[in-house]
């Protein structure tokens, strides 16, 4: 059970008080208190663990300081969204909002190579007004034969130039526990010139020890990209690890199912999920076009699949795109083969924006067009 407060019941409050005496005559309930720090609000919920069949939800709900009562039908409580009515704060990292309304993209390569590189990168993604990147110091390769990620050592340099391009968060998967404290270890040392959201790939979806100590940090938003061969409750699930130990600043990332049905591309891209997701939790969803498309094919009129798969998705109302681009993809040291050059990234955020106005175009149409249907049902009576 999840008791929503009202605005201004607050921890010690005399309304919290007498909710925590009168849900001590229950046994075996065990309660916390979640605070959701968003841009313009903070909510705050009681939730209710165990046994809770016994407690009258018509009591609560006529208690002082009590918005609303839900029965949580879900196991994922905390990322779930449980009240369609209910709108999801997000949350804001480093002066960037991410919540179910915002979009931002996330460009970068694959894997961190040259600093030249990297700069070309950052100074290409200042021109087009973008602040958040993608790059990976630790990749999970398919073969241990293949780069692995130069790993710790090009973190300083790394942070260094974000900050010199007003860069404010990079995506940067992480493999394992350790990688979390080399990041904010470097982080602190380079004086925080940008931030990190700690991204969680596909192949550790289930990696329930990893997902826990994301989780169990509160410095770092995280990425969780959706297992490509796990359903969305079974990821849903795993998402909640990391919810659960104390980290909420999460983004949903859908990048794509293994199926051969996908071929020729990698992967099936899963972007019909996003309002799934949006209406299951309160998570903001990414995108990621890159992986499931894996080259840089394109349609007779010219238009890649990967910005053909990204219009899916923003068309549908993504919140964030994680896309992989280098200044030379022929030199890049982990797929190229699907990196876009700084040129064709300008070309995408300039198809990003048709799609988001169609977007916005079509929610507009069809809300209006059910008020006026509501309003003329209403006047026949
Ligand atoms: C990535 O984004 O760099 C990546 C490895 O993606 P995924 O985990 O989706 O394969
Ligand atoms: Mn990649």
Redesign the pocket.
């Known amino acids: 059970m999840i008791i929503f407060l009202k605005e201004n019941v607050e921890k010690g409050s005399q309304e919290l008080e007498r909710l925590y005496d009168f849900i001590s005559n229950f046994p075996k309930v065990e309660t916390r208190l979640l605070e959701l720090q968003g841009e313009t609000r903070t909510v705050r919920e009681l939730h209710l663990i165990g046994n809770t069949h016994h407690i009258p939800e018509e009591v609560i709900r006529g208690m002082r300081g009590v918005e609303k009562v839900v029965r949580v039908s879900t196991k994922y409580r905390q990322i779930g969204r449980h009240d369609v009515n209910f709108v999801p704060p997000g949350f804001t990292y480093n002066g960037i909002t991410f919540d179910q309304e915002s979009l931002h993209i996330f460009a970068g390569p694959?894997?961190v190579d040259t600093p030249e590189y990297i700069e070309e990168t950052f100074k290409g993604l200042k021109s087009l007004g973008i602040e958040t990147a993608?790059m990976?110091a630790y990749?999970?390769r398919t073969s241990p034969y293949d780069f692995q990620g130069h790993g710790a050592r090009c973190l300083p340099w790394v942070f260094d130039l974000a900050g010199k391009y007003g860069i404010k968060v990079i995506?940067m998967?992480v493999l394992k526990e350790s990688h979390i404290q080399e990041i904010i270890d470097a982080l602190e040392t380079a004086g925080h010139p940008t931030g990190v959201m700690l991204?969680?790939?596909?192949?550790?979806a289930q990696n329930f020890e990893l997902l826990k100590a994301v989780g169990s940090q509160t410095e770092l938003p995280v990425l969780y990209?959706r297992g490509?061969g796990l359903t969305i409750e079974e990821s849903l699930n795993a998402c909640e690890y990391i919810a659960s130990e104390g980290n909420r600043n999460i983004v949903f990332?859908l990048?794509?199912i293994k199926t051969q049905m996908s071929l020729p591309h990698r992967n099936l891209a899963d972007f019909i999920h996003i309002p799934v997701i949006h209406r299951k939790t309160r998570l903001p969803v990414c995108i990621?076009p890159?992986?499931p498309i894996g080259s840089k094919d394109h349609a007779p009129n010219g238009l890649l699949d990967i910005f053909n798969a990204a219009a899916q998705g923003v068309i549908a109302g993504a919140n964030m795109i994680?896309v992989?681009t280098h200044p030379e993809p022929e030199a890049a040291l982990?797929?190229g083969q699907q990196s876009l050059t700084l040129p064709e990234l300008e070309k995408f955020v300039e198809d990003v924006a048709i799609c988001r106005e169609a977007f916005e175009k079509r929610v507009n149409n069809y809300s209006q067009g059910m008020l006026k249907e509501m309003s003329s049902k209403a006047a026949q009576g």
């Open positions: 694959c894997a993608r990976g990749k999970p995506a998967e991204q969680i790939g596909t192949r550790n990209k490509m990332c990048r794509g990621d890159s992986h994680l992989e982990c797929d």
